[in-house]
Nanobody
Framework: QVQLVESGGDSVQAGGSLRLSCTFS????????VGWFRQVPGKERTGVAQ????????YYAGSAKGRFTISRDNAKNTVYLQMNSLKPDDTAMYYC??????????????????????RGQGTQVTVSS
């Protein structure tokens, strides 16, 4: 049974940085896509960044490009989301998810969080102005 646990959420001021971690327990091979999502109360959960583990290919939503970086540490079974130049609009609960893939790549960035095979419980990020 694969489990994902997010950590690293915190309260920061605008312009600050945070690094979120998504740590896996249980076996998972490299033919998997890991995605970060976020959700604000009353709004849909949306994709922020994805990484195909086998090739380390990354994909970003427009709101994340240039500010967020998704990366992996295979030895630690962890995928990170480095977030820089944070804005109050980045305030949200952040979730990670993993989806085994038959071919290299990731689901569409607007794919539903519920579609992903393995899903975490979230970590809160609050950015104050």
């Amino acid at each position: 049974q694969v489990q994902l646990v997010e950590s690293g959420g915190d309260s920061v001021q605008a312009g600050g940085s945070l690094r979120l971690s998504c740590t896996f327990s249980g076996y998972i091979d490299s033919n998997v896509c890991v995605g970060w999502f976020r959700q604000v109360p009353g709004k849909e959960r949306t994709g922020v960044a994805q990484l195909y583990v086998g090739t380390a290919t990354t994909y970003y939503a427009g709101s994340a490009k240039g500010r967020f970086t998704i990366s992996r540490d295979n030895a630690k079974n962890t995928v990170y989301l480095q977030m820089n130049s944070l804005k109050p609009d980045d305030t949200a609960m952040y979730y990670c998810a993993a989806e085994p893939m038959r071919t290299a790549g990731c689901p569409a960035l607007d794919s539903s969080f519920q579609y992903w095979a393995y899903r975490g419980q979230g970590t809160q990020v609050t950015v104050s102005s």
